[in-house]
């Protein structure tokens, strides 16, 4: 099939092949009459339109309903968008493992696959366990690589905008890594790389917490923790795309880490040691007088950077999510100290999506870049300027 396309380039033809592919996606099996009726296109238009959007794949004729065949007469034509003209991958690439989500052009999830990777693995043991988790994906799914229109793809670091990655603590190997240039050799296909943060973000907005607002933060709360942004229902990276590093903020006042924060026994915890941590609130949740004092110093830590950044940008909803969403205790903190120095405070809520968060975001990012192809004329939500 090639580059998705709604066929003739010219403008005229783009604009009505996209609202011809809109109406077809919305409706179930419409026919011709109906899309007349619900484009305002004129017929001739429309028969034209369909009959390239069927030349590309994209569209095809589907079968009468069964009431239509027992009338007298030809039943009228009826057709549909061919979801399974393509599919789509959103990765997510993590100090503990790799997961990912393969979805048809609707952005319908047909399966997922993970796996864990070590926090020591280098650049290319972590490509190649990427690699690994989706030929496993493909396999069992029975979907051909050659069928990959899209790939999204949430890492953390500073992404730049053609998939490098400008500075990352967390994984070994991964600054200066030009982790979109390596993944297209992998997939022959358009590789979108975003912050996963970011990412997780968009995922929110799409099928989790914050479906009905458009101006959110999202916090990946962890040791270092991030955040992404919606404005107006668009993806804010920033100038150079580093916006939303809330871990760094102890920095401007050169005040402990919080590694330092939640540590009990005065050694600085490892950022990505886990086990670590969770020993550390299940020593709290015990009773354990210096486990619960870390841990609060930790929450404190975190909702002052949460703060922070609520009175930056006046978001409608914070969504909290990472390691940290299953701290309900956060909530009720973080919402005081909001409602303490923000004329209007935010909503504040759990993650929904959980552990799925980014890579559901990657798979967005994959879906809008499909879209973009398709509905030229249009804007999407995670699309560069």
Request: aromatic share 4%; charged share 25%.
């Amino acid at each position: 099939m090639g580059r998705l396309t709604g066929g003739d380039p010219s403008l005229l033809r783009r604009i009505n092949s996209a609202v011809v592919l809109h109406a077809l996606r919305a409706a179930d099996s419409p026919t011709l009459t109906d899309l007349v009726q619900v484009t305002g296109l004129s017929r001739p238009t429309v028969e034209g339109v369909v009959e390239g959007l069927i030349e590309t794949g994209l569209v095809v004729e589907a079968a009468a309903e069964g009431g239509e065949t027992r009338r007298q007469g030809r039943p009228a034509r009826r057709f549909r968008f061919r979801t399974e003209a393509g599919h789509l991958l959103g990765i997510e690439i993590g100090p503990h493992r790799i997961a990912a989500l393969l979805s048809d052009l609707s952005g319908r999830v047909l399966g997922s696959a993970q796996r864990p990777v070590d926090e020591t693995a280098q650049a290319d043991e972590r490509l190649e366990r990427v690699r690994a988790v989706v030929a496993e994906l493909l396999r069992r799914a029975g979907v051909a690589r050659g069928s990959l229109r899209a790939v999204g793809v949430g890492s953390p670091g500073i992404v730049e905008a053609d998939g490098t990655v400008r500075l990352c603590t967390a994984l070994p190997g991964w600054t200066g890594l030009p982790l979109g240039e390596r993944l297209r050799r992998s997939f022959r296909c358009p590789v979108l790389v975003e912050n996963d943060a970011n990412a997780a973000a968009v995922a929110e907005h799409w099928k989790g917490a914050a479906t009905h607002s458009d101006d959110i933060v999202f916090v990946l709360a962890g040791l270092s923790p991030g955040a992404g942004s919606l404005i107006g229902g668009r993806l804010h990276r920033g100038y150079g795309g580093a916006a939303g590093e809330i871990g760094a903020l102890h920095l401007l006042g050169r005040e402990a880490t919080p590694e330092k924060l939640l540590s009990t026994t005065g050694e600085p915890l490892h950022p990505l040691d886990e086990a670590q941590v969770a020993t550390v609130f299940a020593l709290a949740r015990e009773g354990d007088a210096r486990a619960r004092d870390a841990v609060n110093r930790f929450q404190q830590r975190l909702v002052h950077d949460v703060a922070a950044l609520a009175l930056a940008l006046d978001p409608e909803l914070v969504v909290i999510g990472g390691w940290a969403a299953g701290l309900a205790d956060v909530l009720e903190p973080l919402r005081g100290e909001l409602a303490r120095y923000c004329l209007r405070p935010p909503q504040v809520a759990l993650s929904v999506l959980g552990e799925a968060a980014v890579a559901t975001g990657a798979l967005r990012l994959a879906l809008d870049h499909v879209e973009g192809e398709l509905f030229a004329v249009e804007s999407t939500v995670t699309g560069r300027r």
